[in-house]
């Protein structure tokens, strides 16, 4: 009443919830912001009953009340720069009544409410409905554990089981990577023709076929690598009996696909891509081919596969933007979305498939033009977007070898007369769980023809000789 435009302020709000409780509280603030709002710079009893002369309800709460007196009384005991302290004072008893409403218990605050700000009232009621929502549901996406708590246990069973998960195409990489890891998303960028779906059908080949054709012995052997379990491969570009299949078929038989293709074998390779199909028939390796995908498609299938086909691995051949992806991001998000955060989502939502139903992912991106000039490869070659790295869990780049890598490899090849000349470098830039030092270059030798890999050597970042073992990942039996 000593300052009308009170009555108005943005930064302190007032509204009919504050004075409702009291009708002579109400109809005095109803009558001050009317007053306000035409100007009124002072307020007095007699404007108060002046704006009410015509409604003889509120002159008589006003009259009951003793307006005239109460108006004295509070002007004189008021001090208009402690105008923040009686608001906050009237908003804390506002929102005390509308957690009493809802159901609430207030009687923490009751007695002793000048202790307390709205922030903390507000906070111990939102901690109160959070630990009831935790108690009754849990977002699968978050997990939450007291550090220690059964850890004793895990610290055993890795005496038996050490962390490793299924082999990749490198024993080299099984060493730095610790392997295939259910729950993990492996990223590699790879330039076009230099064989992304080539090694990505292998992997699957290596942990989803029962048998293997062995080269050295010259017949087929059980797989050590196999891993009881199905295996998915997703794409957008190939027809899946005519190209992919003779892939697949081409790394367990170990007969170039260009035979296959051709229809024409050397002698006892059909015999072989025979035993291979009747191989592959038992595998339970399924084959996706979706052109126009989104990122609900892609889980809804990965979810279908995981729950109807037993399938623990699966290979997405590769993060690229297209038009029906691109619309549904944008949709999605309510707005024009640009290219790096199209991949990015891709790539977010692979991640977040592996670690929701256990299952080891795979995939591949394109390389831009710093592939053939950066020296030491990392996510900056990666078309598109650096963003995609951050969702895996390993991530490195596959490369034909460069200028500076065949000069290194002549020159290790030539003290090393037995060792198979490497046509591969692969630099893992990140390695999550692994001891091994990040960036190293694994040379291997890469058959575009069956899938097949053989490790080479392995260096820095910076090209120096670096030792490691190979690790040889077999099926764990029970």
Not at 176 to 194: D, E, F, K, N, T
Not at 319 to 333: P, T
Not at 412 to 435: A, D, G, Q, T
Request: contains cysteine; glycine residues 6%.
């Amino acid at each position: 009443m000593i300052k009308p435009s009170l009555a108005l302020s943005e930064k302190w709000p007032l509204t009919k919830a504050d004075f409702q409780p009291q009708q002579f509280h109400l109809r005095i603030w109803q009558a001050v912001a009317a007053l306000a709002k035409r100007g009124a710079q002072e307020i007095s009893a007699l404007d108060c009953y002046n704006l009410c002369k015509n409604n003889a309800e509120i002159k008589r709460v006003f009259d009951d009340s003793n307006l005239t007196d109460f108006i004295d009384a509070i002007k004189q005991i008021s001090n208009v720069d402690n105008f923040s302290v009686y608001w906050e004072s009237i908003r804390k008893n506002t929102l005390l009544r509308a957690y009493e409403l809802a159901g609430f218990s207030i009687d923490k605050f009751e007695q002793n409410i000048e202790k307390y700000s709205i922030e903390d009232i507000v906070q111990y009621y939102d901690g109160q409905q959070i630990a009831i929502k935790k108690e009754f549901y849990k977002d699968k996406d978050i997990d939450e554990l007291k550090a220690g708590d059964g850890f004793e246990q895990v610290k055993e069973n890795f005496k038996s089981e050490p962390l490793f998960g299924a082999t990749t195409f490198s024993r080299y990489l099984n060493t730095a990577a610790r392997g295939w890891i259910p729950g993990q998303l492996s990223i590699y960028s790879i330039g076009s023709g230099v064989g992304k779906s080539t090694l990505g059908l292998a992997n699957l080949v290596w942990v989803c076929c029962p048998k293997i054709y062995d080269e050295r012995q010259g017949r087929y052997v059980d797989n050590p690598c196999y891993q009881h379990r199905s295996g998915l491969y997703i794409q957008f570009e190939m027809a899946g009996d005519t190209e992919v299949t003779p892939k697949i078929v081409a790394t367990i038989s170990g007969v170039p696909c260009f035979n296959i293709l051709n229809g024409h074998y050397e002698p006892g390779e059909e015999e072989r891509v025979d035993e291979a199909i009747r191989i592959l028939h038992e595998s339970n390796l399924y084959i996706v081919t979706m052109p126009n995908y989104t990122v609900d498609l892609i889980e809804s299938y990965v979810k279908d596969y995981v729950i109807n086909k037993n399938v623990g691995y699966v290979c997405y051949d590769y993060i690229v933007e297209s038009s029906s992806v691109s619309s549904d991001i944008a949709k999605k998000n309510g707005v024009a979305t640009r290219s790096d955060q199209v991949l990015s989502g891709i790539a977010s939502k692979l991640k977040d498939l592996a670690v929701e139903y256990n299952i080891a992912m795979l995939t591949f991106t394109q390389v831009n033009g710093n592939a053939m000039t950066q020296e030491i490869l990392d996510s900056g070659v990666a078309a598109g977007s650096r963003a995609i790295q951050n969702k895996a869990d390993v991530a490195g780049v596959i490369m034909p070898l460069r200028k500076k890598e065949q000069e290194i490899a002549d020159m290790v090849c030539e003290n090393n007369p037995n060792m198979i000349k490497p046509n591969r470098c692969l630099s893992v830039y990140k390695m999550r769980f692994s001891s091994e030092e990040q960036g190293i270059k694994i040379y291997f030798r890469l058959d575009l023809n069956t899938g097949r890999t053989d490790d080479c050597f392995v260096t820095t970042k910076y090209d120096q000789p670096y030792q490691i073992s190979k690790t040889r990942l077999v099926y764990a039996k029970e």
